[in-house]
């Protein structure tokens, strides 16, 4: 907006159609870590000024949706972040950049368009404080199944997918592997067990450093970026979890940038690529392979961008908003999992307890309705989504405070048997 400003106050309309030579970046990725980047490709084209934009997804979206944007460069590891700009022409054909050879070096099963290219990937898995650990005697966690067990209840910490790209990736990654029934049934466990959820995604990576959480489920870069700063963090891989590319675009804009396309190509150059897994970016390289080796499961882009705003929501609904709730009700389902002996009677209302603590809102049939899906929308006022978001959060309210109900009245029978 401040480029557009001064191109207005210049009141000549030459100047509106001529290239500048300052380029401007909206990333996803921290400031901090596409800065030296930016740097070091100014070395090569130092008539250049660059400014670099950080948002969340949301947040992005929107200043990309206005007309009047002076966004260059677009670089995320979230697709999602630019489909719509595929699917409005808002993007520049990246004819000038050889991709092809980049694409079929790694295998992500997607469809690859003419305006996007992938210049590194990175991977994701569960972080952890090794000092917070040994304090809190724990186990090191192997998998997503073990953030449900009782021994991790209030040590963990992840974000939002409606905060954070990678974080939806997640979530649709254990979604897509254990089926709509299952997957939610895990995610809930784990909500469970949350001490907190971060508003943004290396917000997990600084609490765990910080010895504020013992875990969290991050992306590989956030993790080895702490590791760098301290001996104390530990990382894994999660196996059967799909590769994240980190991709990058050119956008059209009302007055585009000399260097858009150089800048493209410099991220793809052979020095950059070489370099990128020990850069300030920490993403592998396209013909680099990973520190740690795990099996890789693909993920359906098609599936999680049809259901984007369905996720996104429902997570918000029946964790973020119910996070004191999921907190008392695993807490007591964990206690009484402890009992020596149940009646029959009370394992009948110990497993009632445990379904009510683990079913979301949303049953498959609705999430595998096109219906269902298209009724909500991403806006904030429209009335319909709000009701339905509302009824959601009230629908799980009811079953957690129902499902404490139950396992309060188990507690106090078997204290009374004893």
């Given at each position: 907006m401040i480029r557009f400003i001064l191109l207005l106050l210049s009141f000549s309309p030459a100047c509106i159609a001529a290239p500048t030579n300052q380029l401007i970046i909206l990333t996803t990725f921290t400031e901090s870590s596409i800065t030296p980047i930016t740097d070091k490709f100014q070395q090569h084209y130092p008539d250049t000024s660059i400014k670099v934009l950080h948002r969340r997804e949301e947040s992005g979206l929107r200043l990309l949706e206005k007309n009047d944007h002076d966004i260059d460069i677009v670089v995320s590891s979230s697709r999602s972040l630019f489909l719509p700009l595929i699917e409005q022409n808002r993007l520049l054909p990246l004819n000038d950049v050889n991709r092809k050879s980049d694409a079929q070096q790694l295998n992500f099963q997607q469809d690859y368009p003419d305006y996007l290219a992938i210049f590194g990937y990175s991977g994701y898995g569960l972080m952890w404080n090794?000092?917070?650990?040994?304090?809190?005697?724990?186990?090191i966690p192997t998998a997503w199944e073990n953030l449900a067990q009782p021994q991790y209840y209030r040590h963990l910490i992840m974000s939002s997918p409606a905060r954070s790209g990678t974080t939806h990736l997640m979530v649709e990654n254990i979604l897509q592997r254990y089926g709509w029934n299952e997957g939610w049934k895990l995610l809930l466990q784990i909500g469970g067990n949350l001490s907190s959820l971060s508003a943004r995604s290396f917000g997990v990576s600084e609490a765990v450093s910080r010895g504020l959480a013992g875990i969290g489920p991050v992306i590989d870069s956030f993790a080895y970026e702490s590791q760098k700063q301290f001996p104390f963090i530990g990382f894994n891989y999660q196996m059967h979890s799909p590769l994240?590319?980190?991709y990058i675009a050119a956008v059209k804009n009302i007055n585009q940038a000399k260097h858009s396309q150089q800048f493209i190509k410099y991220l793809l150059s052979e020095h950059v690529q070489q370099t990128l897994s020990t850069s300030s970016l920490n993403k592998y390289g396209l013909h680099q392979k990973t520190r740690q080796h795990y099996s890789v499961l693909p993920l359906d882009h098609n599936l999680m961008q049809h259901r984007a705003?369905?996720?996104?929501?429902?997570?918000?609904q029946s964790i973020n908003h119910q996070l004191i709730l999921l907190n008392q009700a695993w807490q007591l389902i964990h206690r009484i999992?402890?009992?020596?002996?149940l009646s029959d009677d009370q394992r009948r209302l110990y497993n009632q307890a445990i379904k009510l603590a683990s079913t979301p809102p949303v049953t498959k049939e609705q999430a595998d309705s096109d219906a269902y899906l298209q009724a909500l929308t991403r806006s904030r006022t429209d009335v319909d989504t709000a009701k339905r978001l509302n009824n959601w959060r009230q629908t799980m309210s009811t079953?957690?405070?129902?499902?404490?109900?139950?396992?309060?009245?188990?507690i106090t029978s078997a204290k009374e048997a004893e």
């Open positions: 090794k000092d917070y650990l040994a304090k809190q005697r724990l186990d994240l590319p980190s705003t369905l996720i996104k929501q429902l997570f918000e999992g402890k009992l020596n002996h079953q957690l405070e129902t499902s404490i109900a139950i396992s309060e009245r188990i």
